[in-house]
Every structure is written in structure tokens, then in C-alpha cells.
T-cell receptor
């Protein structure tokens, strides 16, 4: 059973600080990784995707992938109250195209 | 470009009934996936359809079924509803069923089984 694991939190971060969200995955064959943000009562929306080892930056968001350690992380710089949401990590296995999701980390930005 | 649409948005059913949910993908997207989301289990993959063929199936009982039409619209059916089927059912579409394709989610159908 392929698994994606996240710390369920809740994670509380002061406004303006860096929020760090972590995710590990069990299948070494996983090739694609995604971070989705889900506000309460809403559907998930994609905020970052990463396929290669290293960092990928998009505005205040940085995704980091370490395939050797089977570890994916998401950093949110200059956290804003609007970043308060549940963040879902997902992997899409090459050759088996379905997404496997973690249970999500609930992030709260404290003003 | 219009997003993924799902109907109905809310449903209330009783145990033993059956239900059909509908999903219209983004124009040009040929892959449709269905997920069940509950507070305890998170997002669980149900199945994925591509060009009217089921490509993948999750670990759900046979009461859960789906299909895809030639216009890529998809339906999922749950027969003999149980209390535990109460959940948010999400549909997601992507252009092709490739690992790097982004999945876009619809707003979901909230099913309550009494």
C-alpha cells in the first residue's frame, strides 16, 4: 500500500514568519509531487508541483524534494492570515497515474 | 475557461437508497478522477476514467461504480447507501492521464446518508 504521510498538526505560525510543511512518501517509484491547499468547506486547489530533486520557488512558496530521503516539503514565506488552510501533499506514481494524498496538515497563521 | 462542475452540490439520502453524482470536466480534459473525502480518512481515490475507460480503481466496494461518456462527462453511482458513505465526493479533471498533468478539482458534492 503506497502511503503519503503528513503531520496532521495543527501548525500555528505567527503572521510574517515562515511556515514549514513536511511530507514523506513510501513508494520509491513516485515521480511527481503536488501540494494542494484546501480552505474549510472548499475543494483542494493546486499551489505547487515538483518533479526533480531540489527547490522550486513560486512567489512566497518554495517546494523542496529529496528523492533519496523520500521527503517533500513546502515553505511559505511571509505567512499571511489568508494562508490559514489545510495543506495536502500528493504523489502521482509514474505508470500508475492516480494521485495518493496525505491526510493534510492544518495550518493557522496567527495575526 | 470554465472549471470543473459537479451536480448536485448537496444531497441527503437514507440508508439503502442509491445515488448518482455528475461531473463535467474542464473543456478539453479527457481524464476524470473521483475521490471521497471524510474527516477521518482524508482524500481517498475511487477511480479514474480516460476516454470512457476506467484506468484505475481504488479500494472501495463494488457498490461504488462510475462511467464516462464520449464528451468526457462522468457519473459515479453508489448503491445501497450506508451511513459511512456520508462524505464530500470530489471530481478532478486533467488534460491527459499523465503523471505530470495537473488535476483540477470541482467544488464537490456533499452527501449525507441518514
Amino acid at each position: 500500500q503506497k502511503e503519503v504521510e503528513q503531520n496532521s498538526g495543527p501548525l500555528s505560525v505567527p503572521e510574517g514568519a515562515i511556515a514549514s510543511l513536511n511530507c514523506t512518501y513510501s513508494d520509491r517509484g513516485s515521480q511527481s509531487f503536488f501540494w494542494y491547499r484546501q480552505y474549510s468547506g472548499k475543494s483542494p486547489e493546486l499551489i505547487m508541483s515538483i518533479y526533480s530533486n531540489g527547490d522550486k520557488e513560486d512567489g512566497r512558496f518554495t517546494a523542496q524534494l529529496n528523492k533519496a530521503s523520500q521527503y517533500v516539503s513546502l515553505l511559505i514565506r511571509d505567512s499571511q492570515p489568508s494562508d490559514s488552510a489545510t495543506y495536502l501533499c500528493a504523489s502521482d506514481d509514474f505508470g500508475n497515474e492516480k494521485l495518493t494524498f496525505g491526510t493534510g496538515t492544518r495550518l493557522t497563521i496567527i495575526p | 475557461k470554465a472549471g470543473v462542475t459537479q451536480t448536485p452540490r448537496y444531497l441527503i439520502k437514507t440508508r439503502g437508497q442509491q445515488v448518482t453524482l455528475s461531473c463535467s470536466p474542464i473543456s478539453g480534459h479527457r481524464s476524470v478522477s473521483w475521490y471521497q473525502q471524510t474527516p477521518g480518512q482524508g482524500l481517498q481515490f475511487l477511480f479514474e476514467y480516460f476516454s470512457e475507460t476506467q484506468r484505475n480503481k481504488g479500494n472501495f466496494p463494488g457498490r461504488f461504480s462510475g462511467r464516462q461518456f464520449s464528451n468526457s462527462r462522468s457519473e459515479m453511482n453508489v448503491s445501497t447507501l450506508e451511513l459511512g458513505d456520508s462524505a464530500l465526493y470530489l471530481c478532478a479533471s486533467r488534460r491527459l492521464a499523465q503523471p505530470t498533468d495537473t488535476q483540477y478539482f470541482g467544488p464537490g458534492t456533499r452527501l449525507t446518508v441518514l
